[in-house]
Nanobody, 121 residues
């Protein structure tokens, strides 16, 4: 069984910073791409940033220059450093990871339960 868990959400003032963490645990034989997504009330889930196993990152336009995605392949963790937060960044942030849960299996997407980030003006 595979578990993906996010940490680090909370309330922050506009202009402030927050660091989100994501950890994969359980039957994890490998992790390929990972990413952060977010969903604000009334909106669809949207991409924030992704990172390959080799460390290549891609960002949504809304995140460029403010957010930094990183990962630690040994510890099976991923991070999102968010600076210059704006009220429009308020959302539930989800971790996504493509994980091989069997030694000879393929990679499948797993989602965390989400962590709420609220940015006050």
């Amino acid at each position: 069984q595979v578990h993906v868990v996010e940490f680090g959400g909370g309330l922050v003032q506009a202009g402030g910073s927050r660091r989100l963490s994501c950890a994969a645990a359980g039957s994890v034989f490998g992790i390929s791409a990972m990413g952060w997504y977010r969903q604000a009330p009334g909106n669809e889930r949207e991409l924030v940033a992704t990172i390959t196993s080799g460390g290549t990152a891609n960002y949504a336009d809304s995140a460029k220059g403010r957010f930094t995605i990183s990962r630690n392949n040994i510890e099976k963790t991923m991070y999102l450093q968010m600076n210059g937060l704006k009220p429009e960044d308020t959302a539930v942030y989800y971790c996504n990871a493509f994980i091989r849960s069997e030694w000879n299996g393929g990679f499948r997407p797993y989602w965390g339960q989400g962590t709420q980030v609220t940015v006050s003006s």
